[in-house]
């Protein structure tokens, strides 16, 4: 009897814990998002470089996605 109310209360309070997620707000507000996309907060410090290899590897892959770039796998934009 005992165990299945000590089940009950966490799965309670596990139930809880996870919808309390879903009420936060977002953490990036709109007008902060212009200063997340300054150069300065990309990973490589040689963009260009970067995106040429980036080409090529989805070129060879023959697929595009999840990078904002758009066109086929056929290596045009």
Same mark, same amino acid.
């Given at each position: 009897?005992?165990?299945?109310?000590?089940?009950?209360? #966490?799965?309670?309070? /596990? @139930?809880? @814990?996870?919808?309390?997620? %879903?009420?936060?707000?977002?953490? /990036?507000? +709109?007008?902060?998002?212009?200063?997340?996309?300054? +150069?300065?907060? !990309?990973?490589?410090?040689?963009? $260009?470089?970067? *995106? !040429? $290899?980036?080409? #090529?590897?989805?070129?060879? *892959?023959?697929?595009?996605?999840?990078?904002?770039?758009?066109?086929?796998? %056929?290596? %045009?934009?």
């Amino acid at each position: 009897m005992r165990a299945r109310f000590l089940i009950r209360f #966490v799965g309670t309070l /596990v @139930a809880a @814990a996870l919808l309390a997620g %879903c009420a936060v707000r977002p953490w /990036v507000q +709109p007008y902060e998002r212009g200063r997340l996309a300054d +150069p300065i907060m !990309q990973w490589s410090r040689a963009a $260009l470089p970067a *995106e !040429q $290899l980036e080409h #090529v590897h989805l070129v060879r *892959e023959g697929a595009r996605g999840a990078t904002g770039v758009q066109g086929g796998g %056929c290596g %045009c934009n």
